[in-house]
């Protein structure tokens, strides 16, 4: 096996901060809502040009354009069902021939489950995996010569405090969540020879529109008497941990599960 590129890995012993280095594209699966949007936002805040990916065309399109908007920096919104591996493919292919440099990638696309046990289906299980973790190692494909050219590219999974904590209701997503934190060590295993960094991130509750449902039918403060810092996290805050995952301050992280829930799985309340 060839020794390792440590130049390409962006190794820096740097102390002025610097969360927009290296300046590549990123591509943001479920980009065009919750924390896919507010992580475009914090990238495309430090000058990193950004592709949202999402289901709806038109609704990645109109993100794309609220970012450039805000920020003043390069965004594109493509439509790419990941569940689809020729989409991701074709999607890929579309991305690359607008921006070219693409160094980043974070995995944010998901749904969640309800129906327990119970209600499951053949389809709701595939369906629910093939979002949430079998769209990641294809993604990490499809970009990987891309990944592999720029130096100190970086890819986020985005796993969740139910990787770690049982929940009866969606056993789906916490099988998916669960395999993320398990890939992301073999995939760094492997993509480390290559100077490429990943790890996940495991948000607690962060309000956002996969959230708002079950705010809207518990008791109001049902979350928050678990959660140390007694308040549901906002999706900028996922955003800037994901921007430093992503970044060269993080040269060293790979392999690791960043978890970022305000004090819940570690609460005994
Ligand atoms: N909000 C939370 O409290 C929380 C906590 C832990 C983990 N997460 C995870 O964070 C990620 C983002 O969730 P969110 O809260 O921003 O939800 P959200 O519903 O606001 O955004 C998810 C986006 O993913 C898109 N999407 C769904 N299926 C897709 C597919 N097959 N292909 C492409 N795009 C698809 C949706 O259209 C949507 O725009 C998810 O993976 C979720 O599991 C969220």
Redesign the pocket.
Known sequence: MPAPDRESSNMTTELKPDLGSPGTAVVI??G?????FATARALAAVGRPVAL???DATRAADAAARVTAEFGTRAIGLG????DLAAIEAGAQATLAQLPNVGGLVH?????DTDSLDGMTEESWDSGIA??LRALPFLIKAFLPSLKAQPGSAIVA?A??NATLGNAVNPIYSAGKGGILSIVRSLADRLGRDGIRINSIS????L????QPSVDALPQGYFEKRILLERLGAPEEIGRAVRFLLSDEASYITAAELVVDGGNISSQR
């Not at 065009?32 to 896919?36: E, N, R, V």
């Open positions: 699966t479920g065009a809502s919750g924390l896919g990916w999402d289901l790419v069902d990941v569940r944010c696309a998901g749904i969640v979002v949430h985005t969740s405090i948000p607690g509750q962060i956002t529109p996969m959230l």
